[in-house]
């Protein structure tokens, strides 16, 4: 193996967990905190208290609140910031970025301005072929990496070359496995849309409806992924993969879950505004809503389940009136559900 400069931004607890995965593979990791203050504490503690309580960081680490000293020299830069940020850390990015430098990004959801996946906010910004971005993705809880708990993933390119690249980078311990596809729409699409359903199974949990409800939000909440990800121009096979059922399951039935959390407090009455507070990190989920159900009429998708969570979050229906709606939907028939949608939606890789 390689031993490569990496540059991490940022320092939350996936951007964490990350530096610390390829801190084991024997590379000079860098990890960028937005704020002075955090970085200091970090190196201070050789923690982060905030967003991985309890995990040492491993002296090899550097942390630096510097972003063009971070980037110096980096091989590869994994941006792990939320996607609502993707954009301004990219930008501040350009100048210090090498321009043969690999790019993964770690970050699951939408621009929430302009609904676009991350691979084309950081083509756009970083001024380099989407082609040759890698997004990282699959069912991988921060707190279970940082751990070294057995973990498997994705990275997904279209340029096979680069996602073999980082594929090397992250894959050289005993406990973080990384598999390869092409598809990367399909790969970030599910990643995305995954954390709206997972706002669903908490709030099915809060209310106490049971196992048997879950099962059906996550069954269902798959195939709204796959209509949307088809329609955009993803592989249905990668709905079945890592990247689709594996993360879906983890994300709705963990406690681990910001979004599974988030929904289970709006079931018991916690007000959006107070959960986020409560919370003190980022619940994708929350503008993937937004996002996921301005995408679903602009391709003309049907997402019963997205609309109805977009309702809770920010059109104040209760959860338990979301719940009925979706129970009192007009009867279908599943196969043929799935038949029409599969020939409905046409197969293009245009759009963002």
Excluded at 117 to 143: Q, Y
């Amino acid at each position: 193996m390689t031993r490569e400069k990496v540059a991490v931004l940022a320092a939350g607890s996936w951007g964490t967990a990350l530096a610390r995965v390829l801190s084991d593979n024997g590379h000079e990791v860098t990890l960028w905190a937005r704020s002075r203050e955090h970085a200091e504490e970090m190196e201070r503690l050789r923690r982060n208290e905030h967003y991985l309580p309890g995990i040492e960081l491993p002296r090899t680490i550097r942390i630096t609140s510097d972003l063009a000293a971070a980037l110096e020299g980096a091989r590869a830069v994994v941006f792990a910031a939320p996607s609502a940020a993707m954009r301004e850390v990219a930008r501040a990015a350009f100048a210090s970025l090498a321009p043969d430098a690999l790019v993964i990004h770690a970050a699951k959801g939408f621009a929430p301005d302009d609904l676009k996946r991350m691979s084309t906010v950081l083509a756009e910004e970083l001024g380099r072929p989407e082609e040759r971005i890698v997004a990282l993705s699959g069912p991988s809880h921060a707190e279970e990496v940082a751990r070294r708990l057995p973990t498997t993933v994705v990275v997904a390119s279209i340029d096979r070359e680069s996602a073999e690249r980082a594929q090397d980078l992250l894959m050289n311990n005993e406990y973080f496995r990384v598999y390869t596809n092409p598809d990367l729409i399909g790969v970030e699409t599910a990643g995305a849309v995954k954390n709206i359903i997972a706002i669903g199974a908490g709030l099915s949990d809060g209310l106490g409806f049971g196992d048997n409800a879950r099962a059906a939000l996550v069954t269902r909440g798959l195939a709204e992924i796959g209509r949307l990800g088809k329609a955009m121009g993803a592989n249905p096979l990668t709905f079945a993969g890592l990247a689709g059922v594996g993360d879906l399951v983890v994300t709705c039935s963990s406690r681990h879950s910001r979004n599974w959390r988030a929904g289970y407090m709006l079931a018991e009455g916690v007000p959006l505004d107070e959960v986020l507070k409560r919370m003190g990190m980022v619940v994708e989920g929350v503008n993937t809503t937004k996002a996921a159900y301005r995408l679903a009429r602009l391709y003309g998708v049907s997402m019963p389940i997205t609309e109805q969570l977009h309702d809770v979050l920010f059109a104040g229906k209760s959860p338990r009136e979301a719940v009925q709606a979706l129970m009192g939907r007009v009867r279908t028939h599943e196969i043929e559900e799935i038949m029409r949608h599969r020939d409905k939606v046409p197969h293009t890789r245009t759009g963002g």
